[in-house]
């Protein structure tokens, strides 16, 4: 079924100039960016988007990651969205990443891993609105 997902191609892949190189990955891969923004996350927007980590030992260092500069948020559209993208960004650990994927060719440790995915249709869902309002989704097709 069509789906739609919220990505982030996080500081380190935006530092190393790989925004094009991964959301060609995303397009050739079958999903269609239908909204996108740069931007540089405050303090304030990263712990709320990562609100469900707020006990993790890991929190702190991710929320400081991910305001180290800035960031591109995209919603991307396509058949099984979710799914599929989390296939081509491959395991959260680069370490654990399938060779060939956005993370083993992109990422160098767990915090600088490249990109973020949803994890299911309810993150999505949440994540996709705490980016974008419904005006900023083009539709396609
Ligand atoms: P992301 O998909 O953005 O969701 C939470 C992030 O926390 C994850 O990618 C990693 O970059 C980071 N992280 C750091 N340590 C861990 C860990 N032990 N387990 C899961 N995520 C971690």
Do not use: W
């Not at 591109?72 to 650990?93: C, P, S, Y």
């Not at 992109?106 to 005006?135: C, L």
């Amino acid at each position: 079924a069509q789906e739609r997902t919220l990505s982030i191609i996080k500081p380190d892949a935006v530092a190393k100039d790989a925004i094009g190189d991964i959301i060609s990955r995303f397009e050739k891969g079958g999903l269609s960016v239908v909204a996108a923004r740069m931007m540089r996350l405050t303090r304030e927007q990263a712990e709320g988007f990562y609100a469900e980590h707020r006990e993790r030992p890991f929190f702190n260092d991710l929320v400081g990651f991910m305001t180290s500069g800035p960031v591109v948020v995209q919603v991307l559209e396509g058949d099984n969205a979710i799914a599929k993208n989390r296939e081509l960004m491959g395991a959260t650990n680069p370490k654990e990443a399938a060779a060939g994927t956005i993370r083993a060719d992109f990422a160098s440790s767990i915090d600088a891993n490249a990109v973020h995915g949803s994890d299911a249709p309810e993150s999505a869902e949440r994540e996709i609105h705490y980016f974008f309002g419904d005006a900023e989704i083009c539709a396609r097709g």
